[in-house]
Every structure is written in structure tokens, then in C-alpha cells.
């Protein structure tokens, strides 16, 4: 059975940072690619960003010069680290998983953890 599981959110000032992280049993990153969403209140679900099975990453428009993605060596765990937070990152953050290339998709992952919730305070 495969789970994913967030930690990592919690209350920030602005500025402030944080690093997600994205725990996954019953599956691997080796074959599989992860992207981490967002969503706020009254808003859809947003992607973030993405790392493939092969380790590329992509961003979204205005999250490569704050974010970075990236996945421990046992291929279990995906990370975001996230720097300078604003107050319009607030959102419950989640991680998808999928069998093969990496999309934007959120509809397209087989796969969600729970989320996390990331608050960043003015």
C-alpha cells in the first residue's frame, strides 16, 4: 500500500524559511517522479514544483529563486526547501507521486499525502 506523508509546515515570518519533506513507503522515486502543490483557501491546487525519476527538476514562474526540490539518496524522501517565504505561500502544501514523467498536472498523480500547512505571517 503506498502512503506519503508531509512534515515540515508551521508558522513563519516573513522572510523566514522552511524545509518540507515528503516521506513515501510503498513506492520509490526511482521510477516514480514527486511534485509538490499548493493550495489556499478558495483557490485551486497549484504546482510548485517537480523532480522526475531521473532527477530533473522544474518550477513554477517565480519559485526557482526561493525553492528548491530535491530527494535523499535511498529515493524515499522528497524535499522542499523553501527560503524568503511571503505571506502569499500561505497554503496547505502537498506532495503527489506518479508513475513515470514528471506534469503539472495535479489531476494526473496516482498518488497524495495529507498536506501540510505553511503559514507566514506579515
Known amino acids: 500500500q503506498v502512503q506519503l506523508v508531509e512534515s515540515g509546515g508551521g508558522l513563519v515570518q516573513d522572510g523566514g524559511s522552511l524545509r518540507l519533506s515528503c516521506a513515501a513507503s510503498g513506492l520509490t522515486f526511482k521510477t516514480n517522479s514527486a511534485g509538490w502543490f499548493r493550495q489556499a483557501p478558495g483557490k485551486e491546487r497549484e504546482y510548485v514544483a517537480l523532480?522526475?525519476?531521473?532527477?530533473?527538476?522544474y518550477y513554477a514562474d517565480g519559485m526557482k529563486d526561493r525553492f528548491t526540490i530535491s530527494r535523499d539518496k535511498a529515493l524515499t524522501t522528497v524535499y522542499l526547501q523553501m527560503n524568503n517565504l511571503k505571506p502569499e505561500d500561505t497554503a496547505v502544501y502537498y506532495c503527489g507521486a506518479r508513475d513515470g514523467i514528471p506534469t503539472y498536472y495535479s489531476n494526473s498523480y496516482d498518488y497524495w499525502g495529507q498536506g501540510t500547512q505553511v503559514t507566514v505571517s506579515s
Open positions: 523532480i522526475s525519476w531521473s532527477g530533473n527538476t
